[in-house]
């Protein structure tokens, strides 16, 4: 159950795209199409924002966009705003009803 | 309105015991499954267990034979039992949803959190 791994952190000026990478292996984000991303700001819950690698929950912004690759996931915010300022994980099944989740990916919006 | 709220954190000397509480409202526990994940100060998230169909249970390596989840339907609430805790168990922990549709199919990601409870392990 090894931490999938993401960038510490980004940077982007408002307006700009900017893409967090998220990196597992074969046994988990490589086997399964269930990789999720979350928002989470200071201080509060983390906010689902991404499903099944590229469904977005209903009413959400399509400015946030996920896709897949083999052992990599990535999250796409376009037209970034000054409220994209966060912390972002992706999530992957893992199997035998497990998950993992990545290290985390501080947004700052300069 | 769908909500989760999580109580039962405290400062805890290591090697002790705690349960953690879940209270759902706007959504029956039974029909989903049920998910704890924590959070260590300045960390990131670690997913740590979950309840699943049929009342099946797994366990983040790092607390499996410390921890239990448990659910009680007649309060529509889960349970985080933490025995043994240690140091490195002092985090923020969230209770999570898995949704699941009409027919009964669970999807594996967490659409539903609470704000968190938390937990500090120190003598």
């Known amino acids: 159950q090894s931490a999938l791994t993401q960038p510490a952190s980004v940077s982007g000026s408002p307006g700009q795209s900017i893409t967090i990478s998220c990196t597992g292996t074969?046994?988990?984000?490589?086997?399964?199409?269930?990789v999720s991303w979350y928002q989470q700001h200071p201080g509060k819950a983390p906010k689902l924002i991404i499903y099944e690698v590229n469904k977005r929950p209903s009413g959400l912004s399509n400015r946030f966009s996920g896709s897949k690759s083999g052992n990599t996931a990535s999250l796409t915010i376009s037209g970034l705003q000054a409220e994209d300022e966060a912390d972002y994980y992706c999530c992957s099944y893992a199997g035998s009803v497990t998950f993992v989740f990545g290290g985390g990916t501080k947004l700052t919006v300069l | 309105e769908v909500q989760l709220v999580e109580t039962g954190g405290g400062l805890i000397q290591p090697g002790g015991s705690l349960r953690l509480s879940c209270a759902a409202s706007?959504?029956?526990?039974?029909?989903?499954?049920m998910t704890w994940v924590r959070q260590a100060p300045g960390k990131g998230l670690e997913w740590v267990s979950i309840f699943y169909r049929l009342g099946s249970a797994y366990y983040a390596d790092s607390v499996r034979g410390r921890f239990s989840i448990s659910r009680d339907n007649s309060k529509n609430t889960v349970y985080l039992q933490m025995n043994s805790l240690r140091a490195e168990d002092t985090a923020v922990y969230y209770c999570?949803?898995?949704?699941?549709?009409?027919?009964?199919?669970?999807?594996?990601?967490?659409?539903?959190w609470g704000k968190g409870t938390t937990v500090a392990v120190s003598s």
């Open positions: 074969s046994s988990d984000v490589g086997s399964y199409n269930l």
């Open positions: 706007g959504f029956t526990v039974s029909s989903n499954y």
């Open positions: 999570a949803r898995g949704p699941s549709d009409d027919n009964g199919n669970y999807y594996y990601y967490m659409d539903v």
